[in-house]
């Protein structure tokens, strides 16, 4: 960052409200706020500290969204985590401490930043594109931290101004928090920029979200509230103009999605950077190992040896067994029944440069393949059901899989509907979506009943972290979003 900006918390007062942070907490560095905010650059250094810090190391989207989301699902091998998370995977203890410091206080500081920016915006001077831009970006910033939060804790507050000093916070409902993602998610994208006008622009940081990724996310928000005919039309726009949103494409090799960096990938239609350092990836070090097995018979590869601790997130056999030999994305997984008859190792995440414990690798927040997979399922599922469309869609997919197409004749609806189940599985196996689909298409509780020694007869508060106990000492307008969790 070329500078840095000082932000005291007594101006962003629902930061402490929300997530008792300290008074004397710095947000930004050591300027002033009474001193910043006076050029389009402060503008977008506001909205840079915003993005800068989405995968800080072990915080946010360096790891958790594959703990999350991954490690808790039927596909994921990971019994014996790191005790930080290993409640995550074993569906039993209520209250994970990371959910404190690495998620819910995390997320919303990275909310008080947007909020902060775009409050300020209209008192900066500026080209009235570069405001539409800018504007556009912070919203559909805002608009993605809050789809995670709704989905990972739902009953949430809704902040949206830095000026909102109110000490009681009420927490909205999930249908609240996702009208409101839905609007800002449509209404954003005038004025923001297409892949190829953002990198003419000579902005170096492909972190910047885009038209296209708020329309891509504005169909995942459609998706998982299983609003199919809008998810269908939200899909087809992308699909269909590419004019308006830009150009994208399935790579034709599975793993260069998660090797090949910035504008370059064609497939990505929003990427979180790493460097390896300030931004990072925690999934290499916290990745099983199979070569490190007692008679492991699989070659070694030294890159990832600049990982110096110990993991256990794989997936299981049963899971690697659903992959035709000929599936190309099963080179991302290696399996050696005679060391290891449980566990089957993950290496669709490169050994990038590492100082150790932190990755270099990308995280794909949203990948083209996953537009052509919400458009299959929003048209099997939709009002009017469409099979042959579905298929047709579905198979963009697996034409670069390199598998058997689908056949129209093979497949009742509902057939077809378990099979894309699978598929989403074999494509996006952790990538930050397992749970949520596994909710949608109905197969995590009982899961979690065969997995958890204290499910209960509430195995369902699972679908949602526990509220932290410093968010609802600091607010208590808030109360926990279970009465099972303790």
Known sequence: MKKSIYITLIAIVQMFILAGCDLDETI?????????????????????????GLNESYKGFSLWQYIVEDACTDYSAARNCNPEFINYSNWSGTYPAAVD???????WNQISYINKTLDKMPEVEMSGESRARYMGEGRAL??????????????????????????????????T??????????????????????????????????????QGLLARTYLVQKKYDECREACARLIENPEVY??????????????IKGFANKECLWSLPADGVS????????????????????????SYDVYQGWGDLSVTVNFYNTFADNDIRKKCLQYDPLCEAEKVMITKYPAETSNGENS??????????????MYAESLLLGSTSDLPEAIIAANKVRHRA??????????????????LYNERRREFFYEGCGKRDMIRFGTLIDHIKSISKDAGTSPERYYYLPLPSSALAANPAMKQNSPDYK
């Open 28 to 52: 930004y560095g050591t300027i002033s706020d009474d001193t910043f905010w006076k050029s389009e650059n402060d503008i977008r250094e506001g909205l840079n500290s915003a993005y800068g």
């Open 101 to 107: 410091w690495g998620i819910y206080k995390f997320f």
């Open 142 to 175: 805002r608009a993605f931290l809050y789809f995670t939060l709704v989905q990972w804790f739902k009953d949430i507050p809704l902040i949206t101004s830095s000026a909102d000093d109110r000490y009681l916070i009420p927490q909205e409902s999930p249908e």
């Open 177 to 214: 928090i996702y009208a409101f993602i839905e609007k800002e998610l449509s209404e954003c994208q005038e004025g923001m920029l297409t892949k190829d006008e953002l990198q003419a622009s000579g902005e170096a940081g492909y972190v910047h979200l885009t038209k296209a990724a708020a």
């Open 246 to 259: 830009g150009t994208y494409e399935l790579l034709s090799d599975y793993k260069d999605v998660f090797k």
């Open 279 to 302: 931004n990072v990836s925690l999934f290499q070090v916290n990745m099983y190992k199979l070569w490190d097995a007692e008679g492991s018979t699989v070659v070694r590869d030294k």
């Open 360 to 373: 270099s690798t990308d995280f794909p927040v949203l990948r083209w393949a996953d537009i052509w997979m």
């Open 402 to 419: 390199q598998v058997s197409l689908y056949e129209t004749e093979d497949f009742t609806i509902d057939g077809f509907r378990r099979e």
